[in-house]
């Protein structure tokens, strides 16, 4: 075999690294993160909220800042970063608990009525995604305008994954530990069909992605609620502190590769 002939040159190399993705590929190790991720956002929202006495709107506005600080560093690198990427989906996860709390508590709108709003509104941006685009798969984020729908739709996911959640726990009557396992089989489910069937992966990543967020409010609730009320009463800045510790070590330890954009040319030895 000719090497030399085989091997790509400049141009190609440069072709390839700038389709690479500025979103992490979708592994194993992105799901525990994730998941990590969306309880800090749970505790983390309830800290600031509830322990501090600041109240949702209050909380929103800081957290909101502190989101559009991270997703503004994250469109304007020029390439993938594990620390912005993951601070960014944190702070989705922060505004989305406060965000919701702000609606469904302060507004008086309901836990059915604020998830049924919000899912709502996280349907119509995967469609528009979709019409402007022709996909809402992730491996496509490489553009400002796919990371900005990207984005949207992350930040309506994470909002409903609030209410949801405290739907689940609170109207139903299951509890936090009865809704975290509602939606751990959820999420099995979606595992076994990605697993065992030819089911869209587009379809099944969003589905994972909006579920792992109720998982993590359910959790969250379930770590530092009273006793009382069916948690294990635990500090919130203290549960905070110990997932923040986590998400920095799987950061660490997993390895952080940005995904790669289905257009990417493979080269052949």
């Known amino acids: 075999m000719d090497i030399a002939r085989n091997a790509p040159s400049t141009r190609d190399v440069l072709s390839m690294r700038d389709v690479v993705s500025k979103v ?3 592994t194993l190790g992105f799901w ?3 998941v990590f991720a969306t309880t800090l956002g749970e505790t983390g929202g309830d800290a600031v909220t509830m322990t501090l006495g600041l109240g949702y709107l209050i909380g929103t506005a800081i957290f909101a800042a502190v989101l559009i600080a991270a997703v503004g560093a994250q469109i304007f690198a020029k390439r993938f970063h594990p620390i912005i990427y993951w601070v960014a989906i944190v702070a989705t996860t922060t505004v989305g608990t406060t965000m919701a709390d702000f609606c469904d508590r302060s507004l008086g709108i309901g836990y059915a009525g604020g998830s049924t709003i919000l899912f709502t ?8 995604w979709y019409w402007a685009l022709g996909s809402v798969s992730v491996a496509t984020v490489t553009t ?3 990371e900005l729908f990207y984005w949207a739709t992350i930040m309506f996911s994470q909002t409903l994954g609030t209410a949801l959640g405290d739907w689940m726990a609170d109207d139903t009557g299951l509890g936090y530990g009865g809704g975290a396992l509602v939606f751990g089989a959820a999420l099995a489910v979606v595992a076994a069909l ?6 869209s992966r587009v379809l099944l990543f969003w589905t994972a992605f909006i579920l792992t967020r109720p998982l ?4 969250g609730d ?5 006793v009382a009320n069916g948690g294990l009463a635990l500090g919130r800045f203290e549960a905070s502190a110990v997932l923040v510790g986590l998400i920095a070590v799987f950061i660490l330890l997993i ?5 790669r954009h289905p257009g990417e040319r493979k080269v052949e030895a």
């Open 222 to 226: 379930f770590l530092d609620k009273p």
């Open 24 to 26: 992490p590929a979708i």
């Open 255 to 259: 390895p952080q590769r940005p995904g």
């Open 121 to 128: 509104l996280l349907m119509a941006t995967l469609g528009l």
């Open 144 to 146: 400002l305008k796919v």
């Open 194 to 199: 990605y697993f065992w069937t030819s089911v």
């Open 32 to 34: 525990i993160i994730k």
């Open 216 to 219: 993590g409010a359910t959790v």
